[in-house]
């Protein structure tokens, strides 16, 4: 069982509608976690970083919240644009003696239409 | 800014053959990484540097061997490739303990036949 479980897998919705991901967590113990977004044919790009005693940061569009005691996040999209279509991935980081540890979800696939 | 680089960016190999895949960061970070990435899967990691000079196995590491040559450089070696080794591979980069953002590459794409 995959310790970052994200849904929904994909998603399409219409230019200009707001979208939410979610994600659940068993990783412990829990460090930080990341929201990234990879476009097709390429390496995932980081949107935000929440620790343990943050609940939510903004980046431009992109809203991500943390609730720490249920291990769930979510990343909220006001008004997407179509550039926003792409995989967004949930990363949860935990701090080993041999460094950091990521654990990557599977990703949500979104596709925003006209 | 290059960042982390990768190459190749595409590969075809036939089974048994080997292969090094290449990858440079040039922001002096210590942390290094490699991850394979298969549809309906999420990035597993198959081997990492913690720092120069160090390397330990992730996630996935059989039939892989990585070579940590300098703090820029960190490659990954099939010795015999194998059909279920086919994947698009990405390295990433770090800057460490606390530092957690991992900076990646743009990817291989590895096909085996």
């Known amino acids: 069982k995959n310790q970052v479980e994200q849904s929904p897998q994909s998603l399409i919705i219409l230019e200009g509608k707001n979208c939410t991901l979610q994600?659940?967590?068993?990783?412990?113990?829990?460090?930080?976690l990341r929201w990234y977004k990879q476009d097709t044919g390429r390496g995932p790009v980081s949107l935000t970083i929440?620790?343990?005693?943050?609940n939510t940061k903004s980046n431009g569009r992109y809203t991500a919240t943390l609730d720490a005691d249920t291990k769930q996040s979510s990343l909220h999209i006001t008004a997407s644009q179509l550039s926003d279509s792409a995989s967004y991935i949930c990363?949860?980081?935990?701090?080993?003696?041999?460094?950091?540890?990521?654990?990557f979800g599977t990703g949500t696939q979104l596709k925003v239409e006209l | 800014n290059a960042g982390v680089t990768q190459t190749p960016k595409f590969q075809v190999l036939k089974t048994g053959q080997s292969m090094t895949l290449q990858c440079a960061q040039d922001?002096?970070?210590?942390?290094m990484y490699w991850y394979r990435q298969d549809p309906g899967m999420g990035l597993r990691l198959i081997y990492y540097?913690?720092?120069?000079?160090?390397?330990d196995k992730g996630e996935v590491p059989n039939g892989y061997n990585v070579s940590r040559l300098n703090k820029r450089e960190f490659s990954l070696r099939l010795e015999s490739a194998a059909p279920s080794q086919t994947s698009v591979y990405f390295c990433?980069?770090?800057?460490?303990?606390?530092?957690?953002?991992?900076?990646f590459g743009q990817g291989t794409r590895l096909t085996v036949v």
């Open positions: 922001m002096n970070h210590n942390s």
């Open positions: 929440m620790t343990f005693s943050e």
């Open positions: 540097s913690a720092s120069e000079g160090t390397t």
């Open positions: 990363v949860v980081t935990i701090l080993t003696g041999g460094g950091n540890k990521l654990t």
């Open positions: 990433a980069s770090s800057g460490g303990q606390g530092h957690t953002e991992a900076f």
């Open positions: 994600c659940n967590y068993t990783v412990s113990p829990f460090s930080n």
